[in-house]
């Protein structure tokens, strides 16, 4: 089992940038693949990114193909979600979440993912 903490959620302005960090600790989380989701008031929730195990391969969501950046520190047992270009429907509880799959997959489903965080908001305003 993993363990996941989320940080660096809050207001930004439409056009603007936010960090997300996720800790991760436990059974040696360089081995699993890491993703994070996103729920918005109302709606399902929603695959955004997830990176492999070693970070050589990620995989988005079409609506943040080219503003979205994942990316870890295994040193660290750490993903970050470095989110450019926000926009008013980002807006969304973001959660991490942490995936045991074979070294060469990678998931965005949600389905795969049997550790989660208890996310962080982001608000973006118009």
């Known amino acids: 089992q993993v363990q996941l903490l989320e940080s660096g959620g809050g207001l930004a302005q439409a056009g603007g940038s936010l960090r997300l960090s996720c800790a991760a600790s436990?059974?040696?989380?360089?081995?699993?693949?890491l993703g994070w989701f996103r729920q918005a008031p109302g709606k399902e929730r929603e695959s955004v990114a997830a990176i492999s195990w070693s970070g050589g391969n990620t995989a988005y969501a079409d609506s943040v193909k080219g503003r979205f950046t994942i990316s870890r520190d295994n040193t660290k047992d750490t993903v970050y979600l470095q989110m450019n270009s926000l926009k008013p429907e980002d807006t969304a509880v973001y959660y991490c979440?942490?995936?045991?799959?074979?070294?060469?997959?990678?998931?965005?489903?949600?389905?795969?993912?049997?550790?989660w965080g208890q996310g962080t908001q982001v608000t973006v305003s118009s």
């Open positions: 979440a942490a995936a045991r799959l074979p070294l060469s997959a990678l998931s965005i489903s949600s389905a795969d993912f049997g550790s």
């Open positions: 436990g059974r040696t989380v360089s081995i699993y693949v």
